[in-house]
């Protein structure tokens, strides 16, 4: 007869025979108390191996059993290759039962050997708690694609605020947006790392703050009148965002062991060029509706009526504002319901949205469940401990894990308080160059990121209509100057390229080549594309184009050029920035600050991020006015190569470098 129970931690089986009852535990649960002589135990599994062998698979079991009464209450593993000593049987043999055989198949009877790591590359299917990474890679997901969204159009929805300006003051002002939102993230992150690591905060709260944050920013720049209005509300996002930094603690929580670590950190560069395919093409299809679509929202159109849309043509650009507000809301929403707390000390403390989201989950399940088995459930009473005794030995076998919610509330462990290192002992060396290399590389990628759209947005060079009127012609390869002249549509499409070679880059060739150089090396060799990329850039501008100026630069040597400086752009990123976060998780000196490092970084990363797109954006405009476009591209090539420099004074970290007052002897005693 065959029993069993289905549940969360899979199929619990028992087998009865002559009405007693056998359950296979996993080897985890599997506790033996007593002992017996070595020369019995090995003489009676013999016996009972002989006996499976001859027998288990006879179409006549039961009668055979009857007749020979073999020993096999003692079902043995085999502990070594060489010996063949086997190890203490589950069930007893009390003398009130008499002997039973216990109908076990040899593949439940193999134990699970663990070997030794085996090197190669970890795949996606391995990964441990994908539900878990899943909701933060939504979470992370929602924000790059808001970010990306406002590039493919910022710069005509500046020229909308002030129609007269000149190209040179409008790349100033869009250097200004980027910057604002991440010079808010510069003064709030530590705070909210610090939060991340609190008793009273934690890392949910903090990450459900920043997405709501970031949604009411994100719908007050959609209907901002004014470039005064558009920077107060990138301010209040930085401020209210501090998420990049906790759900980098969080992934390091949930992935604990490094062999999984290059994989699980790639998630979240992975959401940002999944974000920059879908956030420019969602920009540039929805900025301006009624100008583009006229039909369907202009005056006389299909949704427009006699005079259109109003408040499209209010606010040309809240569109796509609102659907990455929608977007934003959705991935807030899994985080309440779905996502679990890391933080140790408030691990056993309830949470009301994740009791709901598991129940709604658990009547769902119900509801579509499919019965594809014959198995009757176990009650709860007969999962309940099984212990046999007699006056010479004694076993005691546990239930599953799956049951021991099942306990009562005093067999609950509370969770020891861990020590905490003081704030003033985080700035070790390594701490320090680290930091050193995450802020110069998230100032040359942030600088590029901005000017890269505002370059696609600038005008080409007209020797008829030349800016500046001074500069008549293009002598290279110094004194050239303009941009592509491309609308939102193009730029949308561009950008989205950048994400997708990205992508493609970090499913098909990063795991493969960080398993063979390792996390600091393919650091330190992948940093020396990123000058060149910078150098190539504004080259672009003087490529043979198949249209004639003022029209947008087209054709298939543009397109090919700038597919080849963003190949290398995005293959130097792909390797160097989940190099740095993980450099970064591993240079802290002890788990209990690992939120704040995190924090640490991200707000040094946002001071770099706030600078670069400032300082990079005016040196631009100053580069149009002077007839050297390229200036500010090869000064942020030398910034490039000072990374690259910096990258030689750092090493990969253990994550727990200093041991506080007996956390060693607790170690020992594990």
Excluded at 179 to 202: E, H, P
């Amino acid at each position: 007869m065959v029993v069993g129970d289905q549940s969360d931690k899979g199929l619990i089986v028992r087998r009865t025979y002559g009405g007693v009852p056998l359950m296979r535990p996993s080897n985890t649960d599997l506790h033996i108390n007593g002992t017996k002589s070595t020369e019995r135990n090995i003489a009676e599994n013999s016996e009972q191996e002989q006996y499976r062998n001859d027998h288990v698979r006879s179409h006549d079991f039961a009668s055979q059993a009857k007749s020979s009464k073999p020993n096999v209450s003692d079902v043995g593993f085999e502990a070594s290759e060489k010996t063949k000593q086997m190890r203490p049987g589950i069930l007893p043999r009390p003398s009130s039962i008499g002997r039973r055989l216990s109908f076990i198949d040899d593949e439940e009877l193999r134990p699970e050997i663990s070997h030794p790591e085996k090197a190669g590359t970890v795949s996606w299917s391995e990964l441990p708690n994908k539900g878990q990474l899943a909701i933060l890679t939504l979470a992370r997901l929602s924000e790059p694609l808001t970010q990306t969204s406002l590039q493919a159009y910022m710069f005509y929805q500046l020229k909308s605020f002030g129609p007269s300006l000149p190209d040179s003051t409008i790349a100033s002002q869009a250097g200004i947006l980027q910057g604002s939102f991440t010079a808010a993230q510069f003064f709030t992150a530590v705070l909210w790392g610090r939060a991340a690591d609190s008793d009273w905060g934690g890392r949910k709260k903090v990450i459900l703050i920043g997405l709501a944050g970031t949604c009411l920013s994100c719908v007050g720049f959609g209907f901002s009148r004014s470039f005064l209005q558009a920077a107060c509300f990138r301010v209040m996002g930085g401020a209210l965002n501090g998420n990049v930094g906790v759900m980098r603690t969080m992934i390091s929580e949930i992935i604990k062991e490094k062999k999984y670590q290059s994989r699980a950190f790639l998630l979240l560069p992975m959401c940002f060029n999944i974000g920059v395919i879908i956030g420019p093409v969602l920009g540039g299809l929805l900025a301006d509706p009624v100008g583009s679509y006229p039909s369907f929202f202009g005056d006389e159109s299909i949704f427009g009526g006699k005079t259109g849309v109003w408040w499209m043509k209010h606010w040309p650009y809240a569109l796509p504002n609102l659907v990455s507000a929608v977007f934003l809301f959705s991935a807030a929403g899994g985080v309440i319901f779905g996502l679990e707390e890391t933080l140790d000390s408030l691990q056993d403390k309830p949470d009301p949205g994740l009791r709901t989201g598991r129940f709604v989950a658990s009547l769902l399940r119900r509801l579509f469940k499919r019965t594809t088995h014959r198995y009757t459930a176990i009650q709860t009473q007969e999962l309940s401990p099984i212990s046999y005794s007699s006056g010479i030995e004694s076993y005691d076998l546990e239930s599953s894990p799956t049951n021991r919610s099942h306990t009562a509330p005093t067999d609950r462990i509370t969770p020891h308080r861990k020590l905490k290192l003081p704030f003033r002992q985080i700035w070790t060396r390594n701490v320090l160059f680290t930091l050193l290399c995450h802020a110069i590389l998230a100032l040359h990628v942030g600088t590029f990121n901005n000017l890269w759209f505002i370059f696609l947005s600038t005008p080409r060079f007209n020797p008829s209509a030349p800016i500046p009127p001074s500069h008549t012609d293009q002598a290279l390869p110094w004194s050239f100057t303009g941009g592509l002249g491309m609308p939102p549509r193009s730029i949308g499409a561009v950008l989205a390229c950048l994400g997708l070679i990205g992508i493609t880059l970090q499913l098909a060739v990063y795991p493969t080549v960080n398993t063979k150089l390792g996390t600091l090396r393919s650091y330190r060799y992948f940093l020396v594309a990123f000058p060149l990329a910078y150098c190539l850039a504004p080259y672009l501008a003087v490529v043979p184009s198949s249209t004639l100026p003022p029209s947008q630069a087209s054709g298939f040597r543009v397109y090919s050029a700038i597919a080849g400086v963003l190949f290398v752009q995005v293959l130097a990123r792909t390797f160097a920035l989940p190099a740095a976060i993980i450099l970064m998780n591993n240079c802290t000196p002890h788990p209990s600050v690992l939120g704040t490092v995190h924090g640490i970084s991200h707000s040094v990363s946002s001071a770099s991020r706030t600078v670069g797109p400032m300082l990079g954006g005016w040196l631009y405009g100053q580069g149009l006015k002077a007839g050297v476009v390229g200036g500010v591209w090869w000064a942020l090539a030398g910034v490039a190569s000072l990374g690259w420099v910096a990258s030689g004074w750092i090493y990969e970290g253990s994550g727990h470098e200093i041991w506080l007052e007996g956390e060693k002897d607790e170690e020992r005693n594990r």
